[in-house]
């Protein structure tokens, strides 16, 4: 049985930081790419960042480029998204991602993955 789990959201004031995680089960992990989305009121969901398996290779949406880092540990199954200088803007339910195609040209394609977690709730205060 697939299992992604997020944790780590909450309410925090602007300029401050969270780390999210996502603890995974039930596939291969490491022949995953995973990234995190977001979707916040009345929008679609949006690409954030996204780490290949092995995770020498990395990609952010330009928006939180510089201020968000995205990092794995295959060896415990878990993804994870720190974000730092959090805005307002940021605010939305944070989802981690399964996608199991190597072709980079996917990878910000929400219907190109596989798997998905329940999201988690990020608010950012002004």
């Known amino acids: 049985q697939v299992q992604l789990a997020e944790s780590g959201g909450g309410l925090v004031q602007a300029g401050g930081s969270l780390r999210l995680s996502c603890q995974t089960s039930?596939?291969?992990?490491?022949?995953?790419?995973m990234a995190w989305f977001r979707q916040a009121p009345g929008k679609e969901r949006e690409f954030v960042a996204v780490?290949?398996?092995?995770?020498?290779?990395?990609y952010y949406l330009l928006a939180v480029k510089g201020r968000f880092t995205i990092t794995r540990d295959n060896a415990k199954n878990t993804v994870a998204l720190f974000m730092n200088a959090l805005k307002p803007e940021d605010t939305a339910v944070y989802y981690c991602a399964a996608n199991p195609s190597v072709d980079s040209g996917t990878w910000t394609n929400a219907r190109e993955y596989d798997y998905w977690g329940q999201g988690t709730q990020v608010n950012v205060s002004s």
């Open positions: 780490i290949s398996k092995t995770s020498a290779i990395t």
């Open positions: 039930g596939f291969t992990f490491s022949s995953y790419t």
